[in-house]
């Protein structure tokens, strides 16, 4: 590779375009942080000139990195790939079309042609393609439409005739409520920053004169030319992977498309097909797992990989570890078809697409922090197996996660469990008899399948609000017991709303006021002495029969068999109120089958929270089934 370091002239004056790969990301530059502190240094620099009328001392705008292309035949202009810098050229072209802009509409036309020297190639009829190649800087694909757009327009009337769902009525640019393209908001800022630096200039002539002669001759840059030896590949990573100006997505797509060769076809056909996709917000909007906050196709290309190679992918080193598949895979289509394929099926996941087996997983173990779930669920959807096969796969998962929530056994082994159990499956044949086999085998409370009596225990006995730590997930069992009930999906409009609903404590947990116990009301008081005494039983004796029912009463009213699901205003409504009330707000605003046995029970008291909660305890093992039984030693 060679260097020179040159001046935004230099770069730009020449009959050459600068062509940003269609692969590289879109222009990303914006106003705090890139352009008001580059408008600083251009006003510094022309201040400078006004003030002193001399040369001052050159600006360094750091490097960019070229990689020069073969021209054949005479026609045409030189084209040159921007392998790094592509931010910084195009905001340059914008900041000079801004300059040019000003300059049009007052009149003020003494430089416009060494200005226009820098926007545009001359001798259209010695061009290949003059309608591309006319552009000194030529755009990624993305940025095409409202790069042409924007810079060829010689006023601001015509930025707002050709982008006006960017601008009021009044004709002011809009700053809430709309994105705008980039190009046009770059060119709208520094125009406006000129207007007001020229406000109190007596020359204006002169004063927008320097300021095109400090763009142009006082910012600099070294231009790295690579050479056909250098990798362009290896300088890209070296200049973007070791910091935060590109994602690891970013890299990987680059990394594709610069090893690409004539063997995958056109490689803007590529993209277009297989990649395209990634670029939309679905794939772009961030996603928070623990303490990381990532776009989704990162969470989704680690998915894919620990999938495909049955290793754990730490996601702080996910281009890494991509370099690592491809060397498995070298081929960029079949790269490609391998995420697109993947992507089929994740989308399906997180999406939560019921109709499919692995859509109908996502939905059941969205709030269940399991994502460490989701390349098993990859490699299932990809298996060969039937809809059935996978189905019964995905409730054996389901079951694992809701079983030892319930049962208040931890989630931090999740990682480990289920990479364990990936790479299982990647040594064998993929089968429900298999993950059966896997899941049941396991010992110990960081990683086993809990059994129906360690289930029932917990079911029966435990505060499942407090354990769960989620009203969601409470409504999601809740809402799982009422489609058993409902076996047949006869009411479709009832099935869709209950994620809608609330969830109610029958007895409430203040029950103090109409609530009586053994006949007799009790106190807040009552109630924590009684706690107290349970708590040092051991070491004080025995408690009293009326402080055991207390007790029982504090237990049984956070257990299962005391919750139901109901509208949020009924709930609010009666939540307190005697266990009469609540029944006739439920026969006249429930038409749920969780609610039938409530409604003809004659009064509600510790005997039937028990009996409705083993009634559903019943159902539950069914929903969730355990573990396959172990055989007798």
């Not at 921007?82 to 036309?109: C, F, H, K, P, S």
């Not at 069992?477 to 009411?491: M, S, V, Y």
């Amino acid at each position: 590779m060679k260097s020179d370091t040159i001046n935004v002239k230099g770069a730009f004056q020449d009959r050459r375009q600068y062509r940003v790969p269609f692969y590289q990301r879109a222009y990303v530059w914006g106003q705090e942080n890139q352009w008001a502190p580059l408008w600083n240094d251009i006003t510094d620099k022309a201040g400078a000139r006004l003030e002193n009328e001399e040369v001052p001392a050159p600006h360094f705008l750091g490097a960019i990195v070229l990689e020069p292309q073969l021209r054949v035949g005479l026609r045409g202009v030189d084209m040159v790939h921007v392998i790094d810098g592509q931010q910084r050229l195009t905001t340059l072209q914008y900041v000079l079309a801004a300059i040019a802009l000003v300059m049009r509409e007052n009149n003020l036309v003494t430089v416009l042609p060494v200005i226009s020297d820098c926007l545009w190639n001359p001798n259209l009829e010695t061009m290949t393609d003059a309608e591309v190649e006319k552009y000194k800087l030529w755009p990624t694909f993305r940025d095409r439409q409202t790069h042409k757009a924007a810079i060829t327009s010689e006023t601001r009337v015509v930025l707002r005739e050709r982008f006006p769902e960017s601008f009021t009525k009044s004709g002011t640019i809009r700053r809430q409520g709309i994105p705008h393209p980039p190009a046009l908001d770059a060119i709208w800022y520094f125009a406006s920053q000129i207007d007001v630096w020229l406000k109190d200039k007596d020359d204006k002539a002169k004063a927008v004169e320097v300021l095109a002669e400090a763009t142009l001759q006082d910012l600099k840059f070294v231009a790295i030319s690579l050479e056909p030896q250098d990798d362009a590949q290896v300088i890209f990573e070296t200049l973007n992977g070791r910091g935060a100006q590109l994602m690891p997505t970013d890299l990987i797509r680059n990394f594709i498309f610069m090893k690409a060769d004539k063997r995958d076809g056109d490689p803007h056909t590529l993209y277009e097909t297989l990649w395209s996709q990634f670029e939309d917000g679905f794939w772009s909007e961030e996603q928070r797992r623990g303490r990381m906050t990532r776009p989704r196709r990162e969470w989704f290309v680690q998915s894919a990989l620990q999938a495909k190679m049955g290793e754990d992918i730490d996601v702080g080193r996910l281009y890494q570890g991509y370099r690592q598949f491809a060397e498995k895979v070298p081929s960029a289509t079949e790269q490609l078809q391998f995420l697109s394929n993947n992507a089929a099926h994740y989308k399906q996941l997180v999406g939560k697409f019921v109709v499919t087996p692995i859509g109908w997983f996502g939905s059941q173990i969205d709030s269940w922090d399991a994502s460490a779930l989701q390349p098993v669920a990859l490699l299932i959807a990809q298996s060969g197996l039937t809809d059935d096969q996978q189905h019964e796969i995905f409730l054996d998962l389901v079951s694992f996660v809701v079983r030892r929530a319930v049962c208040g056994l931890t989630t931090k082994s999740y990682n480990k469990t289920f990479a364990q159990l990936l790479r299982r499956l990647r040594e064998g044949n993929i089968s429900p008899i298999q993950v059966r086999a896997v899941l049941g085998g396991r010992e110990g409370n960081a990683s086993r399948w809990p059994t129906d009596d360690d289930f029932k225990s917990a079911w029966l006995n435990q505060p499942i609000i407090e354990r769960l730590g989620s009203i969601s997930r409470v409504r999601y069992l809740l809402a799982e017991l009422e489609k058993a009930l409902r076996p047949n999906r006869t009411d479709d409009k009832v099935m869709s709303d209950l994620t809608d609903l609330d969830v109610e404590h029958v007895m409430p947990v203040t029950w103090f006021e109409h609530w009586p116990l053994a006949g007799v009301l009790a106190t807040q008081a009552e109630l924590s002495e009684a706690v107290s005494a349970d708590l040092f039983a051991l070491d004080n004796g025995e408690t009293t029969d009326r402080q055991k029912l207390l007790c029982k009463r504090k237990k049984l009213v956070q257990t299962v068999g005391n919750l139901t699901l109901l509208h949020y205003g009924v709930n609010r409504s009666i939540q307190n109120y005697t266990f009469s009330v609540k029944r006739e707000r439920l026969l006249s605003d429930s038409n749920l089958m969780l609610n039938r046995d409530l409604m003809v029970a004659p009064d509600w008291d510790e005997d039937k929270i028990e009996q409705r909660g083993l009634k559903l305890f019943e159902l539950a093992k069914k929903i969730w089934p355990g573990p396959p039984a172990k055989p007798d030693s």
